[in-house]
């Protein structure tokens, strides 16, 4: 039995409706008539249709993080966010500038530069003095240059740098979740053959079996989201850490 964590948020989420798919605007005017149909034909010779983006998408590694067993969500609130947020600022000058550092070294070196860099170039600062708005996602680039945000902005800063400088883009997470002093917060989950590693802008750089600080509700990757929730009865251990969190 999995207890879930966060029901409210976790409900908003998965009542979100997905969007729908839109049908071809184009349609045949003028059908071709019967004996005008000429099928298409293969031959054995013709040399298989190349490529250059995989049909399939690696999927990501489930982020059973910080004592949690996390939960396929299917569609939720956070996924365009995360989309738009990811696929830009891949030739932006500064996130450049700042993965060059990084792009030679191992998998912890780039999670400890890229850490470094942004905790220097990025100040905290609340949406509502940097947009105007209570909540919303920056891009790398505009977080660089403004040199400020909020949690979410900070750990999208490092996801795209870090991607940058080579680091495989489904092995990177933003995770949406409580801290226990400093209430709602978000950090980066980057995913190694070390295990999992939380970027937190203010803990830093800590492995995710060692945070004791952080509980996540929701976590999105490349392609997938996931809820999480902590396991009680047929494991003692972890039904051990349930109740001890829940005591907190």
């Given at each position: ?12 989420s ?46 990501p ?7 949690t ?8 609130i956070y ?45 905290w ?16 680039g ?6 400020s ?8 800063a ?12 489904k ?24 295990g999992?590693f ?14 004791t600080?952080f ?24 039904a051990?850490?349930a109740t ?5």
């Open positions: 039995m999995i207890r879930a964590i966060g029901v409210a948020v976790v409900g908003a998965l009542a979100t409706a997905a969007p729908a798919f839109a049908t071809s605007a184009e349609t045949a005017a003028n059908p071709s008539k019967p004996d005008a149909y000429r099928p298409l034909i293969l031959k054995r010779s013709t040399a298989p249709i190349s490529s250059n983006r995989s049909l399939i998408l690696a999927r590694a489930s982020p059973d993080v910080f004592g067993v996390a939960v396929n969500a299917g569609v939720t996924d365009a966010r995360f989309r738009r947020v990811a696929q830009t600022d891949a030739r932006d000058p500064l996130v450049l500038r700042l993965a060059a550092g990084a792009a030679n070294l191992d998998p912890i070196g780039k999670l400890r530069m890229v850490q470094q860099e942004i905790s220097q170039a990025v100040h600062s609340h949406d509502l003095d940097n947009m105007g708005v209570a909540d919303f996602w920056a891009n790398a505009e977080t660089l240059r403004r040199g945000g909020d949690a979410e902005d900070i750990a999208i490092k996801m795209q740098v870090l991607k940058a400088a080579g680091f495989d883009p092995d990177l997470y933003i995770s949406v979740g409580r801290h226990s002093s400093r209430g709602a917060h978000i950090v980066l989950l980057a995913r190694t053959a070390s999992f939380a970027l937190d802008d203010k803990d830093g750089m800590v492995p995710a079996a060692q945070n600080r509980t996540p509700i929701m976590t999105i990757g490349q392609g997938m989201s996931w809820v999480h929730g902590r396991r009680v009865g047929g494991n003692p251990r972890l051990s850490a001890k969190n829940r005591a907190k």
